[in-house]
């Protein structure tokens, strides 16, 4: 099993809808997750860190974290076509190589205009 | 720096040859990460330094990779004899702490095509 799952998509959306991109993990003891968005020939850049179970809003985007279910979303509301990217998400690994991200392999998002 | 700088941001290699890709981090930060990406998959860690020291090469495919970062700032990434599965960005990431939660910035990546 693959330690961080997503769905490769594409997801597809209309312009100012709602997108929903879901990731698993499998090491329960991960601590720390984020999402990075990765422009097709660029580098991944970070757009939201999570650290403990819940919601965490920062403008359009909402990361949402369930440790018990091990699962971490992100939402975007009000989905523009400079969204369209592929969404990694990462989580730091074991506890004896926590400093360690470890990636899924992406979700591409294609915002319809 | 402004960014995590990367060199060069092309670089193509017949299969046997050696290559060397550089990495400038940000000033000032104290890990360093690099990580290889393939077409259409996430980025798969290869080696972290903290300051000069390696602590984790658990990542590199085989002996001919060879990572290092003797002053605690710029690294380079060797790979020796390249062969064709090498292809792939390169990636580099830095950050200011070495806990869970240190936030990276990565480098635009150095693309290696092995022919």
């Known amino acids: 099993q693959k330690e961080v799952e997503q769905n490769s998509g594409p997801l597809s959306v209309p312009e100012g809808a709602i997108a929903s991109l879901n990731c698993t993990y499998s090491d329960r003891g991960s601590q720390s997750f984020f999402w990075y968005r990765q422009y097709s020939g660029k580098s991944p850049e970070l757009i939201m860190s999570?650290?403990?179970?819940g919601d965490k809003e920062d403008g359009r985007f909402t990361a949402q974290l369930n440790k018990a279910s091990q699962y971490v979303s992100l939402l975007i509301r009000d989905s523009q076509p400079s969204d369209s990217a592929t969404y990694l998400c990462?989580?730091?690994?074991?506890?004896?190589?926590?400093?360690?991200?470890?990636f899924g392999s992406g979700t591409r998002l294609l915002v319809r205009p | 720096g402004a960014g995590v700088s990367q060199s060069p941001r092309y670089k193509v290699a017949k299969r046997g040859q050696d290559v060397a890709l550089r990495c400038d981090p940000i000033s000032g930060h104290v890990s360093l990460f690099w990580y290889q990406q393939a077409l259409g998959q996430g980025p798969e860690f290869l080696t972290y330094?903290?300051?000069?020291?390696?602590?984790?090469k658990s990542g590199l495919p085989s002996d001919r990779f060879f990572a290092e970062r003797p002053e605690g700032s710029v690294s380079t990434l060797k790979i020796q004899r390249t062969q064709q599965e090498d292809s792939a960005v390169y990636l580099c990431?830095?950050?200011?702490?070495?806990?869970?939660?240190?936030?990276?910035?990565f480098g635009a990546g150095s693309r290696l095509t092995v022919l």
């Open positions: 330094f903290q300051n000069e020291a390696q602590l984790d």
């Open positions: 990431a830095s950050g200011q702490g070495f806990s869970g939660a240190n936030v990276l910035t």
């Open positions: 990462a989580v730091n690994g074991l506890v004896d190589s926590s400093y360690k991200l470890i």
């Open positions: 999570i650290y403990s179970n």
